[in-house]
């Protein structure tokens, strides 16, 4: 008896060393994907109830896109996962999607209709970018999902004017191996892209792109989101499904020249932005 007592808690020792050298001992499995991508959207009360509609809109629209669809399919073949953050102060903040794994046609429109049922938070009339970048942060962790790349995109119209600075949020989410790309609408601040530039992305192909007004922001996130999704593989992407998708406004990464294709340019009547693809 005794002998058989001193195994059993031997074994019971062996897998408690186990566990504490991989404590994903014990548990189920994380899915694999290639991108976990966190979707910040910025709902304080400088954004009414129509450019909230459109911000939705556009996400929702952006999911049923082919764009959209075609990038999963060609970049990201185990899927990706994504979440939905809504942000404004320090404290109202709100996971308003489930983390939600991404293959196909049909699971884009899924989230599609989930974002538009998405109901908004209270708003205040305060911008905390540095507090919606530590909780999208804290998303990632036990999401059950384990991806190659980790992405927060944070989209917004003002710069920081409430809670804790940007920087150290920033940079705990870089050392983690986390990209902060962002989309600036400039409706109400024309130099807020550089302000995103200077103060809000990083870590590994950091971009931020730019809206010119919320009726621009299905344009744009549309296109940012084929960029994330295809990791900046712009130039082996084809030229018609680049224009197709939208304008690329490059404000932190030069124009690269990759292998496979080269670098061409769409031209844009609207804004006249720049919009880089390429031929296989």
Known sequence: MAAGYREAMQAVAVGAALFCLNPSVGHAASQQVDLELVLAI????????????????????????????????????????VTVLQW?????????????????RADGAALAEELDRMRRIGHEGVTAIGAAIHRAHGLFRDNGFQGTRRVIDVSGDGILNQGPPIEPARQRAIADGITINGLAIVNEEPNLTAYYRANVIGGSRAFVMTALDYSDFARAIRAKLVREISNAQLAVIDAAFMCAAGSFQLSSIATERLPGGSVSRCSSAKNDETRISGKR
Do not use: K
């Open 88 to 104: 404004a102060s320090e404290t109202d903040h709100r996971q308003a999607v489930g983390w939600r794994r991404i293959d196909n």
């Open 42 to 81: 910025d709902v304080s009360s400088s954004i009414d109830s129509r450019e909230y509609v459109l911000q939705t809109q556009g996400l929702a629209n952006a999911f049923r896109s082919p764009e959209v669809t075609q990038a999963i399919e060609q970049f990201a073949p185990r899927g990706i996962a």
